[in-house]
């Protein structure tokens, strides 16, 4: 979560209800929602202040508890988090030296490693053990099974917490076990407002490019001095110069750059067509003189190619020739008259 020890201010609802009979809820819990909302930074906190031993009238923890040192430390003896980045490469020493893969899902052998925690009483006489499971979706077949059972047969003290972007990768049986709640999308005052106490400058424009989300525009403002840079060379059309921009694009990391690029085509496109931009509120005046000179079929099949990239960039290519083959069409989309 962010330096703010408090919950995000359009979260303050659901945080009232939960609270509302503390003593009474559910053994599982499912907060769902549009990624980038400040979900998993809820369920911590909601974790934490369910273990504190002195929580405040508003269920928020005390802070300087043991327990609350224990979980700032994530040592707690009560509390599990489960996410792809713990599952280990390898169980050979002799080959640990090898890069390590970005793990996409949580393995059925994590979900068993939980049956002896389960076994266990709370440190603490009538004390609760959560386990949090976030992202849900990175739950395979065989681990959402090996859940399935653990949520049929709930252990007494024990709450499950899950956290999820996208509900409907889940089992129809695994979100029955729980009590769904709708994580409320912040209005777009309630954002600003929030991104001006951080100090964020600009943040309007850095909200529509990043969907929404106040939270990825906290912790993505080195990219947004880069984004600046890369909006002006995109502007420039078929004057711009390939092999000077490419290593721009992607200097923050190649995703970023081909993002950026599918974003500025999305909004050619979108005032082409539509005359209204999506994710460029700064850059309207130049997508209009782009959108004016562009080459409706053309640009459809650069879209069509920047996608199937996308899905591409994780792999060992040349990034930087592949950028400067998408720049190179992407100058061509253009009249020059």
């Known amino acids: 979560m962010s330096e703010s020890k408090n919950i995000y201010p359009w979260q303050a609802e659901v945080w009232q209800h939960l609270n509302q009979d503390i003593k009474r809820l559910p053994h599982a819990l499912l907060l769902h929602g549009r990624a980038g909302i400040g979900k998993y930074d809820f369920a911590l906190h909601f974790s934490q202040s369910l273990l504190c031993t002195n929580p405040n009238s508003q269920g928020e923890a005390c802070g300087v508890c043991s327990s609350c040192g224990w979980f700032s430390e994530n040592s707690h003896p009560d509390f599990r988090l489960l996410s792809p980045e713990q599952e280990s490469d390898t169980d ?8 390590t893969k970005k793990k996409t899902q949580i393995s059925v052998s994590q979900i068993r490693d939980l049956s002896s925690f389960l076994s266990l009483t709370s440190h603490r006489s009538n004390g609760l053990r959560i386990v ?12 959402a099974n090996a859940l399935l059972k653990m949520l049929e047969e709930p252990a007494e003290g024990v709450i499950f917490i899950l956290v999820a972007h996208q509900l409907q990768r889940l089992l129809p049986t695994i979100i029955s076990r729980c009590q769904k709640i709708n994580m409320p999308i912040p209005h777009e005052t309630q954002a600003l407002a929030w991104l001006s106490e951080q100090g964020v400058k600009n943040a309007k424009q850095q909200l529509s490019y ?16 880069q984004l600046t840079e890369t909006w002006c060379l995109l502007s420039l059309g078929n004057k711009l110069e390939p092999h000077i921009a490419a290593p721009t694009l992607i200097l923050h990391s190649v995703e970023t ?12 496109v979108a005032m082409k067509l539509t005359s209204q931009i ?38 060992p290519l040349n990034h930087e020739l592949q950028m400067e083959s998408l720049l190179l069409e992407y100058t061509k989309i253009f009249t020059t008259n």
């Open 278 to 315: 999506r994710y460029h509120a700064g850059q309207a005046s130049a997508l209009q003189a782009l959108a004016e000179k562009v080459n409706l079929s053309k640009l459809f099949d650069l879209q069509k190619k920047v996608e199937t990239i996308r899905k591409l960039a994780s792999h």
């Open 92 to 99: 050979d020493e002799s080959v640990s030296t090898k890069k």
């Open 132 to 143: 949090l499971i976030h992202p849900a979706e990175a739950l395979n077949i065989a681990s």
């Open 257 to 268: 750059g081909i993002i950026a690029l599918q974003k500025w085509i999305y909004d050619i």
């Open 210 to 225: 990043l969907d929404g989300s106040p939270i990825k525009v906290f912790n993505e403002q080195l990219q947004f001095d």
